[in-house]
């Protein structure tokens, strides 16, 4: 809700003085809360490390709540916390139900619901249903169980191919390089079966037509929803099922050369979906006893809009990302189709988008719109986000994209712990670039992530980063900090905005323009010169500068009116 001013604010930008000053809006039901929410995606180990070991932990996202309740975030999304060896940091879980030490206690984790609970924010958890990791029991039970015994039914063991058994069971490759297949070696010390992998070794996939996995994850989930999750993003929510069969590829190559779930035969099997139902049933179950909504939001990530619609049908997830407009190049043509399919396509189920830009798997938009410097990319990583706020439905932000962090792509190979360089020593593709340690304050290395005396980030942080600390940007009223937080509160009290529908007006090329609810019109100019205005006067809201009548280039402007359509 839009809110009084907090101790320390700047003054409010033209236009938005009445709203900033205006006393909080009425509290809106909790059921559908998720509907147009926008959560705040946080990276725990790149996010406020606590105890100075140079990696974030829980207690220090507890620390920085406030920061996140000022900017006008609804809720939070944690990436895995859980026990891991940290092969690919956290997404290979060895323990479902306990906390890292890495990132604290259980304690801690119970800490944090109750902080955000007083501040009002939902709390949503990151589940890793698809594989576990290497160490986890239920592995080493398997690497010590005999071919077809119990212990290896949740994983996909198959015996190999040749005279020998020498060639892994089929040619599918692994989505971070290399075969999806290794082989073990059996108690006698002899080479025997392979086990499957789409990501890498030490995170073997799950096989989910083993009823012991999903009877597992549902313990798992009630684990965490009696302790207080709001939901759950789940990743790699089109994986799970792999066709019966495990036969070859038409192209084996495809998830490797693409690093996306693309090989038909490993993704996207119709099983799936009665996984969904069962956890939406559950989430029903809580929502039942206390009228709290939770949460199922998928990575689904499917050819197209309208494969993507089936898995939030009405008794399936609620949500999923909508990848489409986070690969979109920054053209009018290609935003049109992408946002027009999505409203189409999944609106019609009943759900609404869920749109995002940033990821800790993607290049940050300041790098990757920038044209031929940061400063342009900068200044359109701007006009996208304030275009995305003004999409009907909910959104995702990424940490650091509201200071306008940009990539850090000058990583030293030494440097380098993504285990798709491990695997494949190419850095196409490598996602320690958008996960550096935030910076906070200060004008030197670890700009307020870690306390006096830690050790040294476990990613290092580049010198420019002192432009883009939260204690600058906050200072500065021309931030992209500001721009997202006037952003936000509009969404709380512009009935216009949120959830609802999408009007496009006629424009030239290169502009895009769309009307929310007839009384508030969003603008945005790909071009890259100056643009006419869909409207007179002076915008409510801009990513930029933007004098009455003129659209600049890489600028996305809002204008409302009271009472009156566009």
């Known amino acids: ?28 039901p909790d059921h559908g809360w998720w509907r147009d929410a926008v959560i705040y995606q946080v990276y725990v180990r790149s996010f406020q490390d606590s105890d100075g070991d140079g990696i974030g932990d829980l207690a220090g996202v507890r620390t920085r709540l406030p920061y996140l309740k000022r900017l006008g975030v609804d809720g939070v999304w944690l990436n895995p916390f859980y026990v891991s060896p940290q092969h690919d940091h956290g997404y290979d879980v060895a323990d479902y139900c306990a906390v890292d030490p890495l990132y604290g206690t259980l304690d801690d984790f119970d800490d944090l619901v109750e902080d955000c609970r007083l501040l009002g924010l939902k709390l949503i958890l990151d589940i890793v249903p698809n594989h576990c990791s290497s160490e986890h029991p239920w592995f080493r039970a398997a690497l010590a169980g005999a071919p077809g015994s119990p212990e290896r039914a949740p994983f996909h063991f198959a015996d190999g191919r040749g005279e020998h058994g020498e060639l892994p069971p089929n040619n599918w490759r692994a989505m971070f390089g290399g075969p999806a297949w290794s082989r073990v070696r059996e108690s006698d010390g002899s080479w025997g079966q392979w086990y499957l992998h789409l990501f890498t070794p030490e995170q073997p996939d799950l096989n989910w037509r083993d009823p012991a996995v999903a009877a597992e994850f549902e313990r798992v989930l009630r684990f965490w929803l009696d302790r207080g999750a709001d939901g759950f993003r789940i990743d790699v929510a089109a994986g799970l099922y792999k066709h019966p069969e495990l036969p070859d590829s038409p192209d084996p190559e495809a998830d490797e050369r693409t690093r996306d779930s693309v090989n038909p035969l ?175 304050s200060g004008l030197e290395s670890p700009f307020g992530f870690s306390p006096a005396g830690a050790k040294e980030p476990w990613l290092p942080q580049p010198a420019h980063f002192a432009a883009h600390t939260a204690e600058r940007v906050l200072a500065d009223t021309g931030s992209a900090w500001h721009l997202y937080r006037d952003a936000l509160h509009l969404r709380r009290v512009l009935p216009q905005l949120g959830e609802g529908t999408l009007r496009w007006l006629d424009t030239p090329p290169g502009v895009l323009a769309f009307v929310r609810g007839e009384g508030l019109l969003c603008a945005v100019n790909f071009g890259d010169g100056p643009a006419l205005a869909p409207v007179d006067g002076e915008p409510l809201l801009a990513s930029g500068p933007c004098p009455p009548g003129i659209l600049p280039a890489g600028t996305t402007a809002w204008w409302a009116r009271d009472g009156r359509s566009f």
């Open 266 to 440: 490993a993704w996207n099997q119709p099983e799936v979906h009665d996984v969904w139902r069962h956890w939406r049933a559950i989430c029903e179950e809580y929502t039942a006893r206390d009228g709290r909504d939770r949460l199922l939001v998928g990575e689904a990530s499917v050819p197209t809009p309208a494969e993507q619609a089936a898995y939030v049908r009405p008794d399936e997830l609620h949500q999923a990302f909508f990848f489409h407009l986070l690969h979109a190049p920054w053209d009018a043509a290609h935003f049109h189709r992408v946002i027009d399919e999505a409203v189409q396509d999944i609106a019609a189920t009943g759900s609404t988008v869920t749109w995002v830009l940033n990821n800790h798997d993607q290049v940050r938009t300041t790098t990757r719109f920038a044209a031929a410097d940061e400063l342009s990319g900068g200044v359109r990583a701007r006009a996208a986000a304030l275009l995305m706020l003004a999409l009907p439905g909910a959104a995702y932000l990424y940490q650091g994209e509201e200071l306008g962090l940009p990539e850090v792509d000058d990583l030293p190979d030494h440097l380098i712990t993504d285990p798709i360089f491990q695997r494949t020593g190419s850095r196409v593709g490598i996602r320690d670039g958008c996960r550096i340690p935030l910076p906070w």
């Open 1 to 28: 809700m839009l809110r009084s001013p907090l101790p320390g604010d700047p003054p409010p930008p033209p236009g938005l003085g009445l709203l900033i000053t205006a006393p909080d809006a009425p509290a809106t």
